[in-house]
């Protein structure tokens, strides 16, 4: 048989070509469009690595400081009631002029005590505090630099007479180098401080244990509320229009927006019930109501997938509706459960908008030790100190996000593992 001169066999032989044809340009589009997703990844994590790795590091100097006996005497002894009378800063800064004795002027010492961080009097306050024999001698103290000068070291900003750091605080600097008193050290403070305004002192453990107790808060809300409605619905409710209406409601939460919950939270538990602002109960209570529609469809889901028999064979031999629920689905379950609450919970760690709204943008110094207390999350910090304008704060921002994304991989992973360590195919 022909078509147009051409044999039916040609025409197939060339509409098949056709179609293998169009598959490879599919599958060419697919691996394109994997590419290009891997190079964009890859380029967003390289640019923070560069960014955020130097603020892992950090500038110190080693200093011979003296703190007198003089200062501390009360009734002819020494007395730890003096140690908040004491000029810790004073004593440094005779320690920094042993360095230079020929820095005279105000103007040149005022330059010289700039090398130093705003911090470094604290410090030694609360080193003597800690151990009162200090008092009287003269020992070796490691004391953070300026942000500046950690920027000048790590070739970010150039000596300059109408810049952050003159040409004279240059060739301090130098000095201090070559004589091996200043230098770069692994930046402890980034991960045991809380947040400050001086770049050199500012660390995440403020925020990191501001997002454990509000997640603590989150979890403890909805990961039972979760369990309990996605038991009702999938295992007693009836099948009615309202149930129907209710799983409809439960599905479009899930895709709700984010900051809305946010202004729930601002309406009703800050305005209405009058609950404390910035606090993690509050925080937790709103991610707790976004979070709950994702446990909510993911344990209906796992419900769902143990198969009837399991409950067939349990009512068989006895077994009340409720204990089939709690002996054998309820467990069989578990392990779907547990991986949608673990996602809920990463994707409610990476949330700033209903957090803004509900005050937790504000600046924290203390480490918050209870729900109540006033605290800040890590994305909230992240967002505080992309808005800095020093420069030291874009790498504890781009460090920050890494610690954020390592939590986040880490929390994907256990679910991850959690998943295929108790799943059982059916």
């Not at 009631?81 to 800064?93: M, S």
């Not at 998943?419 to 059916?426: D, G, H, I, L, M």
């Amino acid at each position: 048989m022909t078509v147009d001169g051409k044999n039916t066999a040609e025409l197939a032989a060339q509409r098949r070509h056709r179609r293998y044809a169009a598959e490879r340009r599919f599958k060419m589009y697919g691996i394109i469009s994997v590419l290009v997703a891997i190079a964009a990844l890859c380029l967003l994590l390289g640019s923070m690595l560069a960014q955020g790795l130097p603020a892992f590091s950090q500038a110190y100097l080693t200093l011979s400081v003296e703190v007198p006996t003089e200062d501390f005497r009360v009734d002819g002894k020494v007395d730890r009631r003096a140690i908040g009378d004491a000029n810790f800063n004073a004593y440094i800064r005779q320690s920094l002029r042993a360095k230079f004795p020929e820095v005279r002027s105000r103007r040149d010492r005022r330059s010289l005590y700039k090398l130093i961080s705003s911090g470094a009097a604290f410090e030694l306050q609360h080193l003597v505090t800690q151990d009162l024999s200090l008092v009287g001698k003269t020992f070796s103290l490691e004391i953070a630099a300026s942000d500046d000068v950690d920027q000048y070291l790590k070739k970010n900003i150039v000596a300059d007479n109408q810049g952050r750091i003159s040409v004279k605080q240059a060739g301090w600097i130098d000095k201090l180098v070559a004589e091996g008193t200043i230098g770069q050290n692994f930046n402890f403070r980034f991960f045991t401080n809380g947040d400050s305004r001086e770049p050199e002192l500012a660390g995440i453990w403020g925020a990191v244990m501001g997002s454990l107790l509000t997640m603590f808060v989150t979890l403890a809300l909805s990961f039972p509320l979760g369990v309990a409605a996605a038991v009702y619905l999938e295992e007693f409710a009836p099948k009615n229009k309202w149930t129907d209406l209710i799983e409809v409601n439960i599905n479009n939460l899930a895709a709700v927006p984010s900051i809305v919950f946010g202004l729930l939270g601002l309406a009703v538990f800050l305005s209405f019930f009058g609950m404390p602002r910035s606090a993690p109960l509050v925080g937790g209570i709103v991610l707790a109501l976004m979070t709950l529609p994702t446990v909510i469809i993911a344990g209906r889901a796992a419900l769902g997938a143990v198969p009837p028999s399991i409950r067939e064979a349990a009512a068989g031999i006895g077994a009340s509706p409720m204990q089939v629920v709690l002996h054998h689905v309820l467990p069989l379950a578990f392990p779907g459960i547990l991986t949608g609450t673990i996602i809920g919970a990463a994707r409610a760690l990476g949330e700033t908008a209903p957090l803004l709204m509900i005050g937790m943008v504000a600046f924290i110094v203390d480490i918050p030790t209870g729900i109540t207390d006033s605290a800040t999350v890590l994305p909230v910090q992240i967002f505080l100190w992309a808005d800095s304008p020093e420069r030291a704060f874009v790498e504890r921002t781009a460090a920050a996000t890494l610690v954020l994304l390592t939590f986040l991989i880490v929390m994907n992973l256990a679910a991850v593992l959690l998943r295929k360590k108790f799943e059982r195919r059916w």
